[in-house]
Structure formats: C-alpha cells, structure tokens
C-alpha cells in the first residue's frame, strides 16, 4: 500500500494541478486568469512527461564512461525531456500571442470581464 | 512604454548580473554536447538577459545591448541557419537534415554529425533569444492611454 | 449552468484519478516507457538512442542528440513556431499602431 502511493503521488500532485488550471479556465471571469489557468495546465502536462521519464538507479541521459558499457537501464528515459525541451519554449510563444490578443481585446471593448464583454459585443 | 526602475540597486545589479547571465548561456550553448543544456535554454537565458535591462536600465541603454529593430529580423535569421545547415547537407549528397553529408573535407561522419548539431543548435539559440526579445518589445509598444 | 460545470470538473478529476491509479509506478525500470521492445514488439526508440547516439554522433548528450539530429525535422517545425509566434505578435500590435480601428 505504501510503495503504491508513493510510486502514484506524483500522478495525484499532476491532477490536482490539472483540475486547478481547468477550475480557473472555466470559471475565472477575466481573461487574463484564464491564460494563466490555461498555463497551469500546461505546466501540469509538461511535468506528467516528465514524470513518466523517471527510473530508479538511473542517472541523467548524458553518457558516462564511468558506467561502463552503455546500458539503458543506467539511464533515464530522455525521450520525454525532449519533447516537453520543445514543448516549454513553445508555450513562452504562445502565451506571448494571447497576451498580444488581450492588448488588441481590451483596446477594442475596454474590458477583459468575460461577461462585459459580451454584453459589449452585441 | 517600458519605465526604467527608479532603484539604483536594482539598476547596478542587474547591469552586474547581465554578462555573467550572458556568459553562462554561451556556455549553455556551447557545451550543450557534454551537459544539460542546448540552443532553446541558451536562448531563453540570452533573452531573459536582455528582457531584463529593458526592464531595468530602460529603453535607450538597453538598445546598446540588443537594438529593438533587429528582433524580429533575428529571429527569421536563426531558423534560416537551421535550414540551411538542412540545404548544405543536401548539396553535400544526402538527404535534408543528415548532417554526416555536410560538404567538409576531411572529416568522419559522426564528428560531422557533432558540428552540424552545434550550428543548428547555434541556429535555434538565436531564434529563441530574438523571438523573446522581439515578443517583449511587441508587448510592450502597445499604449494603453489612447 | 455553474453546478454543473462544477460536477463535470469534478467527474473529471475522479476519472483521472481512477486512470492514475491504473498507471505503473513512476520510476520502475520494468515500465511500458522504459522497456527495450514496445508493446507491439518493435524496438523502442529510446533505449535506441541511448545505446547509438555516442557511437554515432560522438556526442554524449542523448537529449540534445535526440533534438537536433534523430528528430531534427521536428525542432526544425518547433522553431518555425515560434518565429510565427513573433511575426503574428508583431502584425496584430502593429495594426494598432497606425490609429485604425480594429
């Protein structure tokens, strides 16, 4: 039981974030709670990959000629790593594009009140 | 309009701080190859530099450092390296983006294959760092007092 | 309407809960992700990379190996990303520069 919920408290920790960037994508009003809620999940999704790419008496995926001849157990997985590499900068960008969307958004209405501005809008 | 931090604490710091930032990204960069490290965190870490003397020297120093008109210019320039690197490997005989190909005399396939992930890498520093800064100054032009 | 995205946000997270408790444990060496064949019997790719990449590439960096040459098509369309992130930023703002409206 023990050994279960230490090997599945990471999951439950990635969860909580999860739902935690959905509750303020869903029912923060202003716009710019969402896009951080929005950033939230992806921080939760970024660190799940990571996560996944872990292994006991492993060490980091560079090679070591001290370790002998190359094993794949002395290393852990470094598939995921480089995808969420990739995967982070890109979230920078496009958090950089929703943020330029605002500027546009609340020039143009004046507010970033999701309900103001539907009523704006009609 | 971005202000310039009224502190001069702040403002000796980070003048303090920037090249030391900038020194540990080359080194990012360049000896991604043997540690943790690459072009998107060298880039992010050059950018981060230069965002932060926008943020506290003001405009006009920090255009010394990275001038605001070339962002955008730059970071077009970064992935044209990387493809690039693609097109000579090609011209070389091989297929896009197989940098044992590259057209160097003299030299085995893996050491090929070692500098031709340098230059890429070299290639998408300066595209993350450009994009940053270009998406920073971007941002911070749009006046909210009209 | 907010009841019941509450409970939809709620069945969600029971949901995931109940696929995580599904998921091996984290970190053990005998995991689907870590295996040296896939669950379809071909070989996995990063036990692959792991064992060539310093044999090919003389680089002992699998990570930066793995993104700039097994999967370079891939960063290749990452960085175009992002410099059409700066070039959309840069065409949206400038617009309001010129005093028209949007």
Known sequence: MTDFFIGHIAYYFIIALLIIGLWGMLFKKNLVKKLIGMNILQSSIIIFYVASASKYNATVPVIDPRLGAINPAHYINPLPHTLMLTAIVVSVATTGVALALLIVIYKRYKTLNEDELLERMK | MVQRSDSIIVGIVSRFMVPLIQLFALYVIAHGHYSPGGGFQGGALLGASVLLLRLTVGEQPSNLVFHKKYGTPMSGFGVFIYAAVGVAAMIGGGVYLDYANLPIAGMEPAALRSLGILLVETGVGIGVMATMIAIFDDLAKGDFHD | ?102
């Open chain 3, 1 to 102: 309407m907010k009841l019941l995205s509450y409970i939809l946000l709620l069945t969600f997270g029971i949901l995931l809960i109940y696929a995580a408790n599904k998921l091996p444990t984290r970190g053990h060496p005998d995991n689907p992700i870590n295996r040296d064949t896939s669950l379809a019997g071909t070989p996995a790719a990063s036990a692959h990379y792991i064992r060539n990449a310093e044999k090919e590439m003389h680089t002992p960096n699998v990570v930066t190996t793995i993104l700039a040459d097994y999967r370079g098509y891939d960063t290749l369309g990452e960085t175009t990303v992002i410099f059409c992130a700066g070039i959309v930023v840069f065409l949206i703002l400038r617009r309001q520069r010129d005093g028209s409206k949007v």
